[in-house]
């Protein structure tokens, strides 16, 4: 199985940016889905967004469109998310996973390989 590393969290301002960085080891990275989800304190897991292997296919949950953008170098075995305008409600641990090779696959799959998380706090 891949091994997944989540990197770029932090404290930010409302209306910021962040990258988030999911850098990936062993396994076949390259020909995997991979996408983040975040869970914020008291709530649900909840999915944020999802490329699929060749970078050539999204998809995203209601919470990031139009302000959250996922990419992929298979060169760098690191899929990124651009965070932009972030929120309050942005706050959450982030994590991202790997599984199947579509997003199909990733947003209706279960299990995979799980990074350990990268905190992202924004405050008003």
């Known amino acids: 199985q891949v091994q997944l590393e989540e990197s770029g969290g932090g404290w930010v301002q409302a209306g910021g940016s962040l990258r988030l960085s999911c850098a990936a080891s062993g396994g076949t990275f390259s020909t995997s889905a991979v996408g983040w989800f975040r869970q914020a304190p008291g709530k649900e897991r909840e999915f944020v967004a999802t490329?699929?292997?060749?970078?050539?296919?999204?998809y995203y949950g209601d919470s990031a469109k139009g302000r959250f953008t996922i990419s992929r170098d298979n060169a760098k075995n690191t899929v990124y998310l651009q965070m932009n305008s972030l929120k309050p409600e942005d706050t959450a641990v982030y994590y991202c996973?790997?599984?199947?090779?579509?997003?199909?696959?990733?947003?209706?799959?279960?299990?995979?390989?799980w990074g350990q998380g990268t905190q992202v706090t924004v405050s008003s």
């Open positions: 490329i699929n292997w060749s970078g050539h296919s999204t």
């Open positions: 996973a790997a599984r199947g090779s579509s997003t199909t696959d990733f947003v209706q799959g279960v299990g995979g390989s």
